[in-house]
């Protein structure tokens, strides 16, 4: 799983910031998009407008599911280079 801008594909870093209405700064893809200082729940993210498109996206479509494994997941994960186990020969 990885976290992108729906329509710009833009990829926020751990240090990338929000500002809630409250005026509370932080990560909004720690708390799945609820201001821990308040407590709103932000059902749409902004993109970050000097990086990204600063279009606002539902929360929900900046999470995607990898469609495959990068080389390094695959070297980090070496049982997935296992060959699948054998069975009894038949017939
Ligand atoms: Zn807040
Ligand atoms: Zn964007």
Redesign the pocket.
């Known amino acids: 799983m990885y976290i992108a ?1 729906p ?2 594909d ?1 990829r926020p870093t751990p240090d990338v910031l929000w500002v809630c209405t409250c005026g509370h700064r932080w990560h909004t893809f720690d708390t799945h998009g609820v201001c821990p200082a308040c407590g709103k729940a932000w059902k749409e993210t902004q ?1 970050q407008s000097w990086q ?2 600063g ?1 606002w996206s539902d929360h929900e479509d900046w999470y995607h599911e990898d469609d495959g494994l990068t080389v390094e997941e695959y070297l980090a994960n070496p049982q997935h280079a296992v060959a699948p186990p054998t069975r009894p020969a038949s017939g």
Do not use: D
Request: net charge positive; charged share 25%.
């Open positions: 801008c329509k710009c833009w993109c990204g498109c279009k």
